[in-house]
């Protein structure tokens, strides 16, 4: 009998991880990624391991999911540094990750499909048998996982944000993003700004390291992460608000710039226009490297979130999962991947009629799933981002207690759970 | 029920957005055809945003010009070939295999716009071939037009499967083609050339009663191997055996639609092909807006097909 696929679409961070959970736990594994290189969003971030992240990466590495943490923690630039309401980031270097993703997957033998882009599913009742690819070739899969994010077509950076700003997504390149659930019939969740209005902005553009003043460079190099202040009448309080990542919407980074090194020069705004950002001393050759036009925006996200449940599974779908953005209103790769690795592992559960997992709430990692999809459900709640490097979720873990930096009290939590390298073990 | 997304063939082109935005019944974008799903499957510059750059308005449209008849020759027992003068952006932008202009007698009114293939440009001298038979209300009005004629253009969607022509290199070709779809077939003929293709032709000279190909005689990368009557159906079996014993990367058929359907349906070795068709249908004014040219894709949704691009297995 041929090994039962699972086909993931969507190479960002979340598929990757998906990708490993699912081959380890036993099964074919596929990735369909639309452009030239896996990781998507994680070709520009690189911010790991700040405040909660530290913990739901420890987690994720007791739970089995090991590969891409310490991946990231290898390609570090910078480790342990703070930055203004940040603790102990790690940042990992975006011009070197990719490839080396690519070559942890290969050698467990993920098949990865690039420029191969999904535009359809076909469906049979409640279950999804195949996938319809740009040139209507036809895959058949058993059990299918989307991790395709929640930026749309084009269009919708039109609609709800500044127009394209040719973002790493490269859709005039590669093509849109199709929303799969969707086109399976469910209705797709949108996220909301503060003032009602749908999606946000991604909340940090990269600046070309060598195009800013050797002084910058040098500091950068050094510490990872550079400070200037705003001039007073420059201060923009709102642009906190049309942010992805509430986490960097902190007073502090609208009255500073800040910049930290991950290879670029990551600026934490969504976007600042060319004139102004030049007329910071050392900034006054300064271009971005992406979005390529973040003088006027950024890429708009949460456009498409599916409805699911705590352990991935997408609602209305016998077998469909998700992870990463597509699955709540997440922020970050340590999000993408705590998400992914679930939605990898629990497609062989599928698999086999296997009751899914959840993780426990005394977890982190399980918490932000139930938690992120309990509050998705109230009108505020669409307003708010989930992620464990700050905000309200934050917060949140403190006042839980689920916040630690201990390894080894983590480790201990997650032996009692009895889900030590869950993710593991083969299942099939 | 699997749903069509469309391509138009002016998306991204100088001319695009066009009165369809205007309208909001866009061939390629959903936004443009008033659904909140942002939902198309285009690439490249985003349709709805070059609508609200230009401040929600459509590109200038193409418009009549007067091109000068450099020289007008008659073959076969109606077949009328002209030779134009147009502007240099012309003559490249027709340069693409499926290219068309309209033109019509310039005393005439836009009625007469007949839909023509271009069959081959000039593009240093700025010229472009045209041939026309002869048999109806629009292409008779032409005939004694001697000195210079009122053309249209460029529009692009004379063939069907421009994508699968694209990707055809360093391989070999075959062409069959009836009467006055000789000429498109030139066209794409010299394209496949320019790609480094070995191509075999079969043709039928239909009422045309004329060998367009010969201007490829002599030419070792063309080869003739069958000229012949596409109705016979021992003609049929002889093509279903060619194609069977060749390993073709891409088959162009191109006649009427009653015959390439009949083609089609009835040549068991055509199935699974890269298949470039013709577009015989009875384009009328080449903006999608009359509706003369529309057919009904599986779901009976009805298509443009003067500016749509559409694959045989959906329809």
């Known amino acids: 009998m041929p090994k039962p696929k699972v086909i993931i679409i969507g190479g960002g961070w979340a598929g990757c991880a998906a990708a490993l959970t699912a081959k380890k736990a036993g099964a074919e594994v596929s990735i369909f990624e639309r452009t030239d290189m896996l990781l998507g969003l994680g070709n520009v971030g690189g911010i790991m391991r700040n405040n909660g992240r530290y913990t739901a990466a420890e987690e994720s590495i007791l739970l089995g999911a090991n590969e891409l943490f310490q991946l990231c923690d290898k390609y570090s630039r910078h480790k342990g540094i703070d930055f203004p309401g940040h603790k102990h980031a790690n940042l990992y270097d975006v011009t070197s990750i990719e490839p080396n993703v690519k070559k942890i997957l290969e050698d467990i033998g993920v098949q990865i499909y690039l420029q191969h882009r999904i535009i359809d599913v076909v469906k049979n009742n409640s279950k999804i048998t195949a996938i319809i690819l740009e040139d209507e070739s036809i895959i058949e899969g058993d059990v299918f996982i989307e991790t395709t994010g929640s930026t749309g077509p084009m269009g919708n950076c039109l609609k709800y944000g500044n127009g394209c700003a040719m973002c790493i997504l490269r859709c005039p390149s590669f093509g849109p993003r199709v929303s799969l659930t969707h086109k399976a019939g469910i209705d797709d969740i949108l996220g909301q700004r503060a003032n009602g209005s749908f999606g946000a902005f991604s909340g940090s553009c990269k600046l070309n390291k060598d195009s800013l003043s050797q002084d910058i460079i040098d500091e950068l190099n050094e510490k990872g992460v550079v400070i200037i202040p705003v001039p007073k009448e420059e201060i923009n309080m709102d642009k906190l608000n049309v942010k992805v990542c509430q986490q960097y919407a902190l007073k502090d980074f609208a009255e500073n710039l800040i910049l930290l090194d991950t290879g670029h020069a990551k600026l934490m705004a969504p976007f600042y226009p060319l004139d102004k950002l030049r007329e910071f001393k050392g900034l006054e050759n300064a271009r971005f490297e992406d979005p390529y036009a973040g003088g006027i925006g950024n890429s708009v996200r949460y456009l498409s979130i599916a409805p699911r449940n705590n352990s991935m599974k997408v609602s209305g779908l016998e077998n469909l999962l998700c992870g990463g953005e597509k699955a709540g209103l997440f922020v970050g790769h340590t999000e993408a991947i705590v998400t992914g690795s679930l939605a990898g592992h629990n497609s062989v559960r599928i698999l086999l009629g296997m009751p899914l997992l959840e993780l426990p709430r005394n977890l982190a990692s399980g918490d932000i799933i139930a938690y992120a999809n309990k509050e998705i459900l109230k009108e505020e709640g669409l307003k708010r981002r989930y992620t464990f490097a700050g905000g309200d979720y934050f917060e949140r873990m403190k006042k839980m207690d689920l916040y630690s930096t201990d390894t080894e009290e983590l480790k201990s939590k997650v032996e009692r759970l009895n889900l030590l390298n869950i993710y593991n073990e083969r299942l099939l | ?315």
């Open chain 2, 1 to 315: 029920m699997k749903n069509y997304r469309w391509q138009c063939i002016d998306a991204g082109s100088d001319y695009c957005p066009c009165y369809l935005a205007e309208t909001m019944d866009c061939i390629t974008c959903s936004h443009l055809q008033g659904k909140e799903f942002c939902d198309c499957n285009w690439r490249g510059v985003c349709i709805y945003q070059a609508f609200a750059f230009e401040g929600d308005k459509k590109k200038v449209p193409r418009e009549d010009m007067e091109a000068l008849i450099v020289k007008k020759e008659e073959h076969g027992s109606n077949i009328t070939i002209f030779t134009l003068k147009v502007p240099h952006y012309m003559a490249r932008q027709l340069s693409q295999p499926g290219s068309y202009i309209f033109v019509r007698n310039k005393k005439l009114n836009q009625y007469f716009d007949a839909p023509i293939s271009i069959m081959s440009t000039d593009i240093r001298k700025d010229l472009i071939k045209i041939a026309i038979e002869i048999h109806g209300i629009k292409t008779k009005s032409i005939k004694d037009v001697n000195d210079s004629i009122l053309i249209r253009g460029p529009y692009w969607n004379g063939i069907f499967g421009l994508e699968y022509l694209k990707q055809t290199k360093d391989s070999n070709s075959l062409i069959i083609a009836r009467g006055i779809a000789q000429a498109p077939a030139m066209l794409l003929i010299n394209y496949l050339l320019n790609n480094n293709n070995q191509i075999d032709v079969i043709i039928d000279e239909g009422s045309s009663n004329y060998n367009f190909m010969k201007e490829f005689y002599g030419n070792e990368n063309v080869n003739i191997v069958k000229e012949c009557d596409l109705y016979d159906l021992e003609v049929i079996d002889y093509i279903d055996k060619k194609i069977a014993l060749k390993n073709y990367s891409l088959i162009f058929v191109g006649a009427s639609n009653f015959l390439q359907n009949k083609l089609l349906n009835n040549i068991e070795s055509l199935k699974n092909k890269k298949i470039v068709t013709l577009n015989s249908n009875e384009i009328c004014c080449g903006e999608g807006i009359c509706g003369a040219c529309t057919v009904h894709d599986v779901n009976g949704i009805p298509i443009r097909t003067c500016k749509t691009q559409i694959r045989d297995k959906s329809l």
